[in-house]
């Protein structure tokens, strides 16, 4: 078996209810969801002049490759409404592979650990809550570790849903 976290996030639509979608789609076509964090509410990273999306972390056991699991969360994107236009642009749904077991992947299609959760507090937060103790295979520090460092100041709070 497999340990993959995704990170999601949406500013567009019915953003709770895109997430729910999302959460069920992957239970039925990824794998057991074994944890997840709170929803949390943020600013866009980098980007103004668009409304703060909702992220969730999610702990999951798979049998699948890692490429299988990119191929299938972004079926699941487009399923969902998601259409690609601009880098960071807003989005109905973003599923991210942040971590795939300890491995590190650098394809031109798939790099694994997510190369910007140590500088994304937005990222960091539900991850921290449900894996303080979980090593970067890249960077040798525990997620308590890069929280603690993170240079991001955007805020992020505790959605309640």
Request: charged share 30%; net charge negative; hydrophobic share 45%.
């Amino acid at each position: 078996m497999n340990i993959v976290f995704l990170q999601l996030g949406s500013n567009l639509g019915d953003r709770e209810l895109l997430l729910k979608d999302a959460i069920l789609a992957i239970k039925n076509r990824v794998g057991d969801i074994v944890n997840f964090s709170k929803v949390y509410e943020s600013a866009p990273w980098r980007v103004e002049g668009q409304d703060n999306f909702l992220n969730q972390i999610l702990k999951i056991k798979t049998t699948l490759l890692a490429c299988e699991v990119l191929s299938i969360v972004l079926n699941i994107e487009e399923q969902l409404g998601r259409i690609r236009i601009e880098k960071w642009g807003e989005r109905l749904i973003d599923i991210d592979i942040i971590f795939y077991n300890d491995s590190i992947i650098e394809t031109p299609e798939l790099c694994v650990p997510h190369k910007h959760l140590h500088e994304r507090m937005f990222v960091l937060k539900p991850l921290h809550e449900i894996a303080p103790e979980m090593v970067h295979p890249k960077y040798n520090k525990t997620i308590d570790e890069l929280l603690k460092i993170c240079k991001d100041t955007e805020l992020v709070k505790e959605y309640a849903v």
